[in-house]
């Protein structure tokens, strides 16, 4: 069945390593979103992007931070370099949002811990 | 500034039992209003979704009402099952014409003994 599927389902790493999460929407859906959800705040828009171009990333600190969609099956979020407070799962999730009433369907989520 | 607040944060009933979660919002202009089940460790799944034209719509023992003039949402479970324990979301579109954006409240924690 169709699902978002998101890679790795963790990753532990060290203070200052880059880090890529990637994610595969649902083939067909046009709109693809990156949150990341923390205790404390949790979820919290990054960024979005419809037909593959990127509408709206002020929710991502920009120094470090950086999403893009090479090709319509591939999403990535990059954190260069990395910082204990990006500590967080991170999710993506996909839709057909051009109008009311429509879905948007969640990953697993990336659990991303930095040491 | 566009919010959507939910009550309560935590919640504890016993298997059975019904319970009711509240969401308040001031987004706007709102085009949809949906509710998501995350289970721990799991990405959100979801309930129900009603446009703003729709007070209610059911998922199985989910009900979810919408009044649209109050900007206040609730979403009634009957007869709680263990596997009810999660968070529980309410999230918010605003309508911003080609930039739909899902605006999501922090959940509520529900946990259900037996």
């Known amino acids: 069945d169709a699902r978002v599927t998101q890679t790795p389902r963790h990753k532990v790493t060290e203070m200052g390593q880059e880090v890529t999460m990637r994610c595969q929407p649902i083939?067909?859906?046009?709109?693809v979103f990156w949150y990341r959800q923390t205790m404390m705040q949790g979820l919290e828009l990054l960024a979005y992007?419809?037909?593959?171009?990127?509408?709206?990333d002020s929710g991502m600190p920009k120094d470090r931070f950086s999403a893009e969609m090479p090709d319509a099956t591939l999403a990535t979020l990059k954190i260069q370099p990395s910082e204990p407070r990006d500590s967080a799962v991170y999710f993506c999730?996909?839709?057909?949002?051009?109008?009311?009433?429509?879905?948007?369907?969640f990953g697993q989520g990336t659990r991303l811990t930095v040491v | 500034k566009n919010q959507v607040e939910q009550s309560p944060q935590s919640l504890i009933i016993l298997e059975g039992k019904n319970c009711t979660l509240q969401c308040n919002y001031t987004v706007s202009p709102f085009s949809n209003l949906r509710w998501y089940k995350q289970d721990t460790g799991r990405g959100p799944v979801s309930l129900t979704i009603m446009t703003f034209s729709e007070n209610t719509k059911s998922n199985g023992r989910y009900t979810a009402t919408l009044d649209a003039d109050t900007k206040q949402s609730s979403l009634h479970i009957t007869a709680s099952q263990l596997s009810d324990s999660a968070s529980y979301i309410c999230v918010v579109t605003d309508y911003g014409g080609a930039t739909n954006k899902l605006i999501f409240g922090t959940g509520t924690l529900l946990a259900v003994q037996p």
């Open positions: 999730a996909s839709g057909h949002l051009q109008g009311p009433d429509t879905e948007a369907f």
């Open positions: 992007f419809r037909n593959r171009a990127p509408l709206d």
């Open positions: 083939l067909g859906h046009n709109t």
